[in-house]
């Protein structure tokens, strides 16, 4: 690449290059869940990108690289035995996870994300040299590149644009060096001269395209929340059906996919299914709809462990039971004195699991399989065979009435019906002396264990604030002690753990449950279930009445109790049909009045009808600036492009050609200078008229240049090249003429207008 030979030149490219590469790879860190400092993956970039940079700069090292390993591979192998057999192991291992990731099955796992990203590094580092110092067509760059921080940054990563904006300051650099220093300006002059000439232009630029940027930035939103379209969304996917069939791909399907255990860190919750903690990924894909009874907590996993950084499930025995069999063990007179009977479908939309999802308590399981199901005692669904995309099952329950009506129409059971209550009662050795003082502190004075419940949980939801942007949890520290204490803010995951916790200090036995709580219906009579639902929340077993839901997250209504519950009183009422009810988390502060609908951890209910439309509207305006903005980038790059394009196509001219050529411009330039020509007015009667404005550039002026294109024009003449050349000169001339004549940001931004409308001249031969 011309002009890239100097010192000053090589330090800024490759500046430009390593800032570039970087960016793409925090970007892909993030989305990885990495969870390094910066600065080590800045110092893991820039090594692999200065290595890859040498090695494309002089690929025949690289066959001396392959050597090497190979011979450091065999004699590893040949004082260790086992070492080819762990490289195998591992990239089998490797391979097979991101398959698996890909088909929807399982998350990259933490062994496999940091050689997957070195990898992802390489290639990228790979290509972005090859461009950059191997003159490959430079303008493709933010087109494979920009749309994957456009993606991330959809997927509700925020720093997607920092990003994105790092990566176009980058690329402006390089073509700002690529669009002004060419191999014609080299030759005949001192190199040093020539970039402390060139360099304040450059950097004029480079200025400009920075306002340009910042500009840009400006019209997007200055506030972490994302934006909604749910209306454009909607009428997209309804118009272009498989759009969303993209998003999903064939992972989900019988024919091509691999139910698994439903796993929370797929909804965006966690990282990883075994540690809690750390920044949502909120995802808004419908993965389940519903129809039939109303319906709130939707159980998935129970967990009963808990390990100080995470929950893990008893391994409990499975019992099989037979489809539309009666599982529930209650008698005829619970039913219908303590519990309401639903009954539902559910669809998986974009899901394949061998999960079955329900309410508490379930009795009842129904699909097209030949086999039934299997049924822990924690009423725990698992199907061996898994439901896929487009497959339904139905799903019968008894969910239980508000603790007051159980307890005023007589329930009566006690924890020695609870089967291996100490399980539910087990902490870790990582629980501190101040989870344990605060517990004591909470209940102090409280006799009965369901006061002692209501108060840890209005104690949570009063204190904590509800945040969903949290850090990852440091090493060695108890997740709950963290929250509790250092922390204090989070979501569903660390009030539901503390929960736990606390209640188990004070004797009272709980279950950690992962799952989904689901909004009102849709226009069609549906309940949508989108991972954006996901939720954690705690049952406890209270006497007399049993296993009881708790919510200690301040965005969602706590299920109704109605302690004071009097059938004379309150006759008809069914205020636990409102147990679950959330409102919008950027709101929660543990003080609702339970108004608000429920949908997940992001509330899709807006006020009123007129806000609504108001907010189409301005959504639709920004959509249009979009639009506009990403028009004129592409017609800046295609002037770009163009302009690069004829520069290329003049050096191949003959020297006739190139007189003619440089004349037009040298005109344009006069043009712009103030001093047009007259109607009618010959080549020579304009250059005699206006010479003496440029007598100042010496001997070579526009009447010599009018001459030399007059006479080769129209007479039996070929220029020679010092004649090409002083033309060329002048031109130069001219345009510093203009420049200094306009001033450097009008004269700058000129050229960015010209960019816009900018026509090929000639194609090149």
């Known amino acids: 690449?011309?002009?890239?030979?100097?010192?000053?030149?090589?330090?800024?490219?490759?500046?430009?290059?390593?800032?570039?590469?970087?960016?793409?790879?925090?970007?892909?860190?993030?989305g990885m869940s990495l969870n390094r400092s910066v600065w080590l993956e800045a110092g893991v970039v820039f090594l692999i990108g200065l290595v890859i940079r040498f090695l494309v700069i002089r690929p025949l090292y690289l066959l001396g690289v392959v050597i090497a390993s190979s011979i450091g591979a065999i004699f590893v192998d040949s004082i260790w035995a086992g070492f080819y057999p762990l490289v195998r192991d591992s990239i089998f291992d490797l391979v097979n996870n991101v398959i698996n990731n890909l088909s929807g099955v399982e998350n990259i796992s933490l062994e496999n994300r940091l050689p997957l990203w070195m990898i992802v590094v390489t290639v990228i580092s790979l290509y972005t040299s090859l461009v950059v110092f191997r003159g490959r067509e430079r303008f493709f760059l933010p087109l494979l590149y920009v749309p994957i921080f456009l993606i991330y940054w959809y997927s509700f990563y925020d720093n997607a644009f920092a990003l994105m904006v790092l990566f176009i300051f980058s690329y402006l650099i390089i073509l700002g060096y690529d669009s002004l220093i060419t191999s014609d300006s080299t030759k005949g002059t001192d190199r040093n001269e020539l970039f402390l000439n060139l360099y304040p232009r450059w950097m004029n630029v480079v200025l400009i395209y920075s306002i340009i940027i910042a500009l840009l930035a400006s019209t997007l939103p200055g506030t972490s929340d994302y934006i909604r379209w749910p209306w454009l969304n909607e009428k997209v996917t309804s118009a272009f059906p498989a759009i969303e069939e993209l998003r999903s791909g064939e992972s989900v399907r019988r024919v091509s996919g691999n139910a698994q255990g439903f796993d929370f860190s797929t909804t965006g919750f966690q990282a990883d299914s075994t540690r809690l903690g750390g920044p949502v990924k909120l995802d808004d894909t419908v993965v389940m709809s519903i129809r039939g009874d109303r319906v709130n907590y939707l159980r998935g996993n129970v967990r009963h462990t808990y390990t100080g950084t995470g929950w893990v499930e008893d391994p409990k025995l499975y019992q099989l039971v037979q489809k539309d069999s009666d599982f529930s063990k209650l008698s005829e007179e619970d039913k219908q004195l303590y519990y309401r009977d639903v009954a539902f479908s559910i669809t998986n939309e974009k899901i394949s699991s061998t999960t079955i999802f329900s309410p508490f308590q379930p009795y009842s399981f129904d699909f097209e399989g030949d086999s039934g199901a299997l049924v822990n005692p924690d009423f725990s669904i698992v199907y061996p065979g898994g439901i896929y995309a487009g497959e339904s099952y139905f799903i019968g329950a008894y969910t239980p009435r508000a603790f007051g009506i159980q307890v005023e129409r007589g329930i009566d059971r006690s924890y020695d019906d609870l089967i291996n209550s100490e399980l539910y009662l087990e902490l870790p050795d990582t629980i501190t002396n101040r989870t344990v003082q605060l517990a004591n502190a909470i209940t102090a004075g409280i006799d009965s264990d369901i006061d002692k419940a209501l108060a840890i949980e209005n104690y949570l939801r009063e204190t904590y604030d509800y945040n969903l942007d949290v850090p990852y949890l440091p090493e060695d520290t108890d997740f709950v002690d963290h929250f509790l204490f250092e922390e204090e803010q989070g979501y569903c995951t660390y009030f539901a753990s503390s929960l736990a916790v606390l209640l188990r200090i004070e004797g009272i036995p709980t279950r950690y449950v992962e799952g989904f709580i689901v909004g009102p219906d849709n226009d069609e009579g549906l309940q949508e279930v989108r991972n954006s639902n996901a939720h954690s929340w705690v049952e406890?077993?209270?006497?007399?009445?049993?296993w009881i839901t708790l919510e200690a997250t301040p965005a969602y209504t706590p299920p109704a109790r109605l302690l004071d519950y009097d059938p004379q009183v309150d006759e008809n009422i069914e205020a636990d049909e409102n147990e679950g009810r959330?409102?919008?988390?950027?709101?929660?502060?543990?003080?609702?009045?339970?108004?608000?609908?429920?949908?997940?951890?992001?509330?899709?209910?807006?006020?009123?009808?007129?806000?609504?439309?108001?907010?189409?509207?301005?959504?639709?305006?920004?959509?249009?600036?979009?639009?506009?903005v990403l028009i004129m980038v592409w017609r800046l790059l295609k002037g770009l492009y163009d302009l690069r394009n004829d520069g290329r196509s003049y050096k191949s001219l003959d020297n006739y050609r190139k007189v003619l050529n440089q004349y037009y411009q040298i005109t344009q330039l006069v043009e712009k200078l103030g001093y047009r020509s007259n109607p009618g007015e010959t080549h020579f009667e304009y250059s005699n008229r206006i010479a003496h404005k440029f007598h100042e550039f010496g001997k070579f002026g526009f009447k010599q240049a009018t001459h030399l294109f007059v006479k080769t024009k129209y007479g039996d003449y070929f220029p020679s090249p010092d004649e090409v050349q002083a033309m060329e000169n002048y031109n130069k001339k001219l345009e510093m003429q203009l420049k200094r004549h306009l001033g450097s940001i009008p004269y700058h931004l000129k050229k960015i207008v010209e960019l816009f409308n900018y026509k090929r001249k000639f194609e090149r031969k």
């Open 1 to 30: 690449m011309a002009g890239y030979d100097g010192k000053p030149n090589s330090i800024t490219i490759n500046l430009a290059y390593l800032i570039m590469i970087f960016s793409l790879g925090r970007m892909f860190a993030v």
């Open 540 to 546: 406890a077993f209270i006497e007399p009445v049993g």
């Open 582 to 628: 959330s409102r919008d988390p950027e709101s929660a502060d543990g003080k609702d009045d339970g108004e608000g609908i429920g949908t997940g951890d992001v509330s899709d209910v807006e006020d009123s009808t007129n806000q609504d439309s108001t907010g189409n509207a301005s959504s639709f305006a920004f959509l249009l600036l979009v639009v506009i």
